[in-house]
């Protein structure tokens, strides 16, 4: 009896294993408490609800679509939400000065490029931490957004465009915004998972040094990393601009940590080489969701701020116990076998 | 492809676009005159009973605020009264993108009165729009929005009163003369910013504020902590500061705190808005002569009724229109649907322990 155990164990376990990788974890949870809301918290399953959570959880999935390749390598990028703020501010300073909106909109982009691109040097270039790098940024640039825009807001964006950020592609009652995020997750997801680009950046995760011998240029690859994601914060630069009709120094404040934590939520190792991006969707998805249905079951905003903690708390608990879990699985098939 | 190549290709791909853009005559500022929905529309009737079994929900600039739950109490008695359900929901933070949440969880909801402290201006203006669409009254209390998203506003007070009074205040306590500085919210607040620049005007143009100047304006964000430290960087700043002025009560109890325990107590003044509750311990061992405030557990009352007036029809938010607030007596709306509660109180160690919020 006892000498079968191990041989349908090593079976099942890589079978679960397929099945147990953490973005699938995510992705399954994420469908079931889709469904569970949908059919026990009020007003949840709508489709104006639908409607509002992807609009709220657009900024927090575009930045995390490159934080994502970010944190693959093993660096960090804190910097995001005050380059959306500067960005933000620099296109309500150009607004004000008569520069028409279809200029202002690529420049946007291109500051927020240039603003990745110098956190990229500070890090690849003089090989400063980026956690440090990017801290500093953070300040700076939210520093930088109060000196272009002081206490002054700039609201009189035109009803043509705040419009088709919240709009709906005719009267499907689907969000305009769909099609940009789709669009940019699909070419994010094709490079990290079907590229050399992609497999650059696990390698210079995995092992820096490793990646390097092997001809990876880890410095460079990283530094235009920064400035893709200085250029997707100016994108969301635009649209939180245009969403909330108003350009202020302090846009995004705060949004940084949700960011990050959708990231290792979503199954992404804080040090490098590992996560996938489909995993981060779910987290986007699943952390915005949560939110809304705790608002809609009228809990107390202090609970929802210790239900969102206690989760991302258990998402990084969560894959390290599957770890250990399987190391403890191997070392009993090990001696099981020795035993013979 | 080369790096060389690629940066040429983005450089001109961006120059294409700016420069179609500039000869295709873009959008620019002042060429949208859209404007949004106004007014309830129908008719008032002013002889109409209020409804009862209205959803009242209470959304504050951020709860975990001694002021907003002050207002919440007011608010739940009107609704109690009136056989409603009553809710207090709203942002740890005080930024404008987490209000436009619970505003659309709201409106979702189909709350039938909406009672708002706005934190921005414009920003919560689509989600009011789809919230008054769905037949929400939204009134805003504290801190107002553009009329054109609302319907209406009660003030706690006109904001020149306000200013003209922590000026008084200011003055007294330091015989009109020397430097001050305001110890203000976020730098985006609307009634803070207005209050301060009631001030500045008051400051350059009455002779017997001559003697006074302000120096200078910080932000301690409503967040004790960098309120506190704003406090003790202006100290160290302005080494001949007289007073310091704070229009919001978590900065003013901030900077009391920071006074009383250091050697400034009693050489410099400090004065604002602030609840009795709060700052009690401070009149008491001499940190503070006198501070001012509306009461706004009664401000609370006041939207309430405002909110269910509206929702029975009882007014529209035109100008001229009376209604009965309860126990608060009459009022009447004024210009752009604003319903003014009254002149602000001061506290002082004599009259400090008649009140309780």
């Known amino acids: 009896m006892s000498d079968r155990a191990p041989a349908d164990a090593a079976p099942l376990w890589s079978a679960l294993r397929r099945f147990a990788s953490w973005d699938a974890v995510i992705i399954a949870a994420t469908a079931l408490f889709l469904v569970v809301a949908a059919s026990t918290v009020e007003h949840f399953g709508t489709a104006r609800n639908a409607g509002h959570i992807i609009v709220d959880l657009a900024p927090v999935l575009l930045l995390a679509l490159v934080m994502t390749l970010i944190v693959a390598t093993g660096e960090i990028d804190l910097s995001v939400a005050s380059t959306v703020g500067l960005t933000g501010a620099a296109m309500g300073w150009m607004w004000n000065h008569g520069i028409a909106l279809e200029t202002i909109m690529p420049l946007t982009v291109l500051l927020g490029a240039l603003l990745g691109a110098v956190n990229g040097l500070f890090i690849t270039g003089f090989g400063l931490p980026s956690l440090a790098v990017t801290i500093g940024t953070l300040a700076l640039y939210r ?69 390097a011998y092997s001809g990876i240029a880890v410095g460079r690859l990283k530094c235009w990393l920064y400035v893709a994601s200085g250029a997707m914060a100016g994108l969301v630069g635009v649209f939180w601009t245009l969403r909330y009709s108003s350009a202020r120094a302090d846009n995004a404040y705060g949004l940084e940590l949700t960011v990050v934590a959708v990231v290792l939520l979503g199954g992404v190792s804080i040090f490098g080489g590992k996560g996938r991006l489909p995993g981060v969707l779910a987290a986007v998805v699943l952390l915005t969701a949560l939110q809304n249905a705790l608002r809609l079951a009228h809990v107390s905003t ?23 879990a399987g190391d403890a699985l191997r070392s009993r098939r090990r001696r099981a076998a020795a035993s013979l | 492809m080369s790096r060389k190549r690629l940066l040429s290709i983005t450089a001109s791909l961006l120059a294409g676009v700016l420069i179609a853009a500039s000869a295709c005559g873009g ?69 404008a993108s987490s209000q436009v949440s619970y505003i659309d969880t709201l409106s979702q909801q189909a709350t039938d ?134 229009p919001t009560t978590v900065g003013i109890a901030a900077a009391a705190r920071y006074l009383s325990g ?96």
């Not at chain 2, 001694?66 to 005080?94: C, I, K, N, Q, R």
Request: negative net charge.
């Open chain 1, 143 to 211: 520093g930088l957004a109060y000196v272009v825009l002081g206490d002054t807001a700039v609201a009189d964006w035109p009803r043509d465009f705040t419009g088709w950020t919240l709009g709906t592609i005719g009267d499907t009652g689907v969000p305009n915004i769909v099609v940009p995020l789709i669009a940019l997750a699909l070419v994010v997801g094709l490079v990290l998972h079907c590229t050399p680009i992609g497999r650059a950046v696990y390698a210079a995760g995995a092992n820096p040094v490793a990646a």
């Open chain 1, 302 to 324: 202090e609970t929802l701020t210790v239900v969102t903690g206690a989760l991302l708390i258990a998402a990084v608990l969560a894959p390290n116990l599957l770890t250990a």
């Open chain 2, 27 to 95: 959008t620019t500022r002042g060429d949208d005159e859209g404007d949004g929905p106004t007014g309830t529309g129908g008719t008032a009737n002013p002889d109409a009973e209020y409804r009862t079994g209205l959803s009242f929900a209470m959304l504050p600039k951020q709860v975990n605020n001694p002021y907003f739950e002050a207002s919440s109490t007011g608010a739940e008695t009107v609704a109690a009264e009136l056989g409603g359900e009553y809710e207090f929901t709203g942002p740890s933070d005080a930024s």
């Open chain 2, 113 to 246: 009165v909406i009672l708002l402290s706005a934190n921005d201006p414009n920003a919560l203006c689509s989600s009011l729009d789809q919230a008054r669409s769905g037949g929400s009254v939204v009134v805003t209390f504290d801190s107002d929005v553009d009329p054109a998203c609302r319907d209406l506003f009660v003030s706690q007070v006109d904001s020149a009163e306000v200013g003209l009074a922590l000026l008084e205040m200011t003055a007294e306590q330091i015989d009109g003369t020397g430097e001050i500085a305001v110890l203000s919210a976020t730098a985006n607040a609307t009634n803070q910013n207005a209050w301060i620049d009631v001030m500045r005007a008051e400051l350059e143009s009455n002779p017997s504020y001559a003697d006074m100047e302000l120096v200078e304006v910080v932000y301690g964000d409503d967040e004790d902590e960098k309120s506190f430290s704003e406090t003790q960087g202006l100290l160290q700043a302005h080494p001949d500061l007289r007073a310091i002025v704070s």
């Open chain 2, 262 to 357: 250091s050697e400034y107590q009693g050489q410099v003044a400090l004065t604002g808005l602030g609840t009795p509750n709060q700052m009690r311990e401070f009149v008491k061992d001499g940190t503070v002569t006198e501070f001012a405030l509306w009461d706004p557990t009664a401000l609370g009352e006041l939207a309430a009724y405002t909110g269910a007036a509206a929702a029975s029809g009882i007014i529209t938010g035109a100008e001229g229109e009376v209604f009965t607030a309860g126990d608060l007596g009459e009022y009447t709306v004024g210009a752009d649907g604003v319903v003014t509660l009254g002149p602000p109180t001061r506290f002082n160690a004599e009259n400090i322990d008649d009140f309780d919020f």
